[in-house]
């Protein structure tokens, strides 16, 4: 099993920039990639995000441009950096990581970006 801790959520004006940590312990060193998903009420859940363990990354069309995942695997840590927020972005993003047997997901953390 994987724990992960999200960080970094808030509220932001349309044209500001957020960014997301998630840390990841227990058997990290079974992760095979990691990635972003957001859902917003009444809405299905779709990945943002997703960056494998040799680096390859892969971008929702809707966030390419605006949005980067990076990974750092000292810190068993992955981020996504938020530029240019849209209020179609406001959503619960969720971290999730890939298991060799298996995935987890985080909590979730709200952003929130105005009118």
């Known amino acids: 099993q994987v724990q992960l801790v999200e960080s970094g959520g808030g509220l932001v004006q349309p044209g500001g920039s957020l960014r997301l940590s998630c840390a990841a312990s227990?058997?990290?060193?079974?992760?095979?990639?990691m990635g972003w998903y957001r859902q917003a009420p009444g809405k299905q859940r779709e990945l943002v995000a997703a960056?494998?363990?040799?680096?390859?990354?892969n971008y929702a069309d809707a966030v390419k441009g605006r949005f980067t995942i990076s990974r750092d695997n000292a810190k068993n840590t992955v981020y996504l950096q938020m530029n240019s927020l849209k209020p179609e972005d406001t959503a619960v993003y969720y971290c999730?990581?890939?298991?060799?047997?298996?995935?987890?997901w985080g909590q979730g953390t709200q952003v929130t970006v105005s009118s």
């Open positions: 999730n990581a890939k298991r060799v047997m298996g995935q987890n």
């Open positions: 227990g058997t990290f060193y079974t992760i095979r990639a």
């Open positions: 960056i494998t363990s040799d680096n390859n990354t």
